[in-house]
């Protein structure tokens, strides 16, 4: 599925970015891009990612491409909510890049459940968003209980762990100074 150009304001579908309800009819989507220009705010979940189980048990993992000057913000609870155990953050699986992410009640990102079974050291990439502040998102997890990455900056809009937000390779920051669409490079 690619969403581009659309807006999505107070949507009571919490699913509505993987999943397509109708009917009690739920049509797994396993891939879902979102590409230039789409608005996801004042809704509970502004992009919410899970995965699903087949009948026979088998895992069918849900990937996303987030990318290109997408605002998610003024969401109730979370800005994009991933369901940890459920997709698939291998590169190029799983990437945001050059949004907008603020003003979400809880959290702009937030990983749920458990994610060891992504592997050592293996996490998603959320690199040059604008995360309401040039200092980058809050994130008050040291990393060593909460990896991979850790920013006291209180003003900025507040994340969990197991993603990247700073260069892996050297821990520069790697977000961006102003809001996505006048910005014109990534700090890092």
Known sequence: MI???????????????????????????????????????????????????LPNGTLYPVWANVTGNNTIADNTQYGVYVDGPTVDPTAGHFWMWWNDVRGNGNQ?????????????????????????????????TTADI??????PSPAGQPVSDYFWYRDPSDND????QAPASGATSCRG
Do not use: E
């Open 146 to 151: 909460g990896p991979p990455d850790y920013n």
């Open 173 to 176: 920051p790697y977000w961006l």
């Open 3 to 53: 969403l581009d150009g659309v807006t999505s304001d107070n949507n009571d579908k919490r699913y509505a970015r993987v999943f397509i309800k109708d009917r009690n009819v739920t049509i797994l989507l396993s891939w879902v891009k979102l590409m230039d220009h789409n608005t996801n705010s004042g809704n509970t979940f502004g992009i919410y990612l899970q995965g699903g189980y």
């Open 108 to 140: 702009g990102v937030h990983v749920a459940g458990d994610t060891s079974g992504w592997g050592s050291n293996v996490y998603f990439g959320a690199y040059c968003n604008w995360w309401n502040d040039a200092n980058g998102p809050f994130d008050n």
